[in-house]
């Protein structure tokens, strides 16, 4: 089988930029963190295709640009990228969010997809990203990363989906809002054990802070002096299965317990953690029991 070559000489000719998909990032905060390459792409295309036209006319202002928007959105995106995908064959259109990278935590995972099944022109201008620039300020281990962006905002359901990471080694990086930032740490410490871990605020911006330390500590901190402004949360890897502490298997069994009957749950830690089945299976009994004497 032959795979189909892309030419991408020709987006930096003088005039007229080849039909397709520009998928651009733009700044985080500070505008200056426009690429050369971003300015001279959002100048030339035909069209840009911008989550918010508020937010982005802002930076079109200021780079002194004026070219065609339309608005693509979580809300609008499946109605409108039926109508955007044959203009790809004879127009240039650019991909913006309000902020970074598009499609991380942001639109345009389907455009693309779409656009490269229909063997649409794509490329990439890219640029800054939160999670990125802010694991290169943590001090956290960089290299295994997994990004995990927001996690689901009921309590419940996010112990769920951090017991599914919890023993995985590499560091995590979440986004979150400021007022969700306490309960978050709170949730975390409780599933992840007291990890080291970083809260990284307003990147680029005039107050960009990034304070690293275990996640007790940054609930104490950020008890006392509520946040503001957005933030990214990182948490270091999982500790080397057999240094797994009793905190921690407990956690993951109540954790595991709240969707799954004793075998499963203890299943579940096994794979997680690589400790025995068996003793997961007493421990979980015990925890099982101890709850329903408990009601
Ligand atoms: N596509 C964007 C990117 O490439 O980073 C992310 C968009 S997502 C909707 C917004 C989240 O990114 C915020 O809630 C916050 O977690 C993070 N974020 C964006 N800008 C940031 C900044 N300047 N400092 C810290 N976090 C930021």
Redesign the pocket.
Known sequence: MTLPVQDNAQDIQPDKLQPGLYIV?TP??NLSDLSLRAADILKRADLIAVEDSRVTAKLLQHMGIKRPMIAYHDHNADYLRPQLLPRLNHEAIALV??????L???PGFKLVRDARQAGAYVTTIPG????VA?LTLSGLPSDRFLFVGFLPPKENARKKALTEIAAISATLIF???SPRLVSVLTSLQEILGNREAAV??????KFEECQTAPLSELITHYEQKPPK????ILVSPADKKAEIGQDEVISLLQAALVDHPVGKAAALVAKQTGLSRQDLYDQAMHLRQQSSADE
């Open positions: 990032a985080i905060g969010s309000d902020a970074g990278t598009p991380i935590s942001d800054a990203c939160a999670a802010a986004y979150e809002t990284v605020r307003e990147i680029t911006k402004g957005e933030l990214v």
